[in-house]
């Protein structure tokens, strides 16, 4: 088990360019997470998946962003049109089920930087 | 609406000092979790301990101690005898029972250990 893998760890892109991170989460893991985090603050909490479903979305995901889990395995995160604003630390993270409540398991993240 | 306050953004200690992080929740229900995350600067963000509401009893892990008191809507973290590995970020974060699996983060305690 070699954890959360998330893909690339940082990207450049020009504002307006198209930018698709991947998260590969923790085999067997069913609840799958994404979460933005700038400078200086904590994770906010964009959207959840279980399986392939995607349960919950935060208003912080707005109609540029778009995450699928085709298969309930990997997932990824995309943004069209990036905006300055959106320079931050997507963070994903993934759960077992075995567990009622149990904690969720961090990547690296992908480090966004937009020019 | 749940909130987590981490009132000292950034502390800094001598090696082999006692230190302690300090955080706050606000929430309306009944059932809730509270969880610590480390976040060194590789950017992962590591889990370190997951307390349920119903449950008061303090815990200690080695270095590591918490105190968990619903009075005062406190879940503070101790370290005792820090060490310069100790550097990182701490987050404090809350799950609420009726929220679903969103974790809502405070904005975190910078704690450097200076040899």
């Known amino acids: 088990d070699t954890g959360v893998s998330q893909d690339p760890r940082h990207k450049i892109t020009k504002r307006g360019q198209n930018v698709t991170f991947r998260c590969d989460p923790i085999s067997e893991h069913n609840r799958l997470y994404w979460y933005r985090q700038t400078l200086g603050q904590g994770p906010e909490f964009l959207t959840y998946?279980?399986?392939?479903?995607?349960?919950?979305k935060s208003r912080l995901l707005s109609d540029r962003f778009s995450a699928e889990r085709p298969k309930g395995s990997f997932s990824t995160l995309e943004i069209q049109r990036t905006e300055q604003g959106d320079s931050a630390m997507y963070l994903c993270a993934s759960s077992s089920p075995s567990t009622l409540n149990t904690e969720a398991f961090f990547g690296q993240g992908t480090r966004l930087t937009v020019v | 609406a749940q909130k987590v306050t981490q009132a000292q953004t950034e502390i800094s200690v001598v090696e082999k000092e006692d230190v302690t992080l300090d955080c706050v929740y606000e929430t309306r229900d009944t059932t809730y979790y509270l969880f610590w995350y480390k976040q060194p600067p590789s950017g992962e963000l590591v889990f370190l301990i997951r307390r349920n509401s119903f449950d008061e009893q303090n815990e200690i892990s080695g270095r590591y101690s918490w105190n968990f008191q619903k009075s005062t809507s406190s879940f503070n973290f101790t370290i005792t005898a820090s060490q310069v590995v100790d550097s990182a970020v701490y987050f404090c974060a809350l799950r609420e029972e009726t929220s679903g699996s969103r974790l809502t983060f405070g904005e975190g305690t910078q704690l450097t250990v200076n040899p």
């Open positions: 998946f279980q399986n392939e479903a995607q349960l919950e």
